[in-house]
């Protein structure tokens, strides 16, 4: 299993998590990811993430005029974004805290 099929799931959550921190486009979605050490991840990973949580309606996308080239789309939460976030957060401390038994104990009972 590569670490991209792992964090498959796991990105949606990050992505709330830092839409949540505030107002933000795609670019420094990406960027900010980066700063948390998921350099590896394109903006090809992550643009059909953002189309389908708006589809979801887990995030609110407003069009802003920039002084650096053409308009960019800033992502915010929607409260079902907020709803969505603090179940991956429940549902993370709970798995991360399986594993981390299950690696630190390395499988033996």
Known sequence: MTSTQMLKGILEGCLLAIIKEGEVYGYELAEK??????????EGTIYPLLIRMQKEKLVITTLKKSTAGPSRKYYSLSEK?????????????????????????????
């Open 33 to 42: 990811l980066g700063g948390y050490g998921f350099d590896s991840l394109s």
């Open 81 to 109: 974004g907020e709803s969505e976030l603090e179940v991956f957060i429940d549902r993370w401390n709970k798995l991360s805290s399986n594993v981390n038994k299950v690696v630190k104990n390395k499988g033996g009972m």
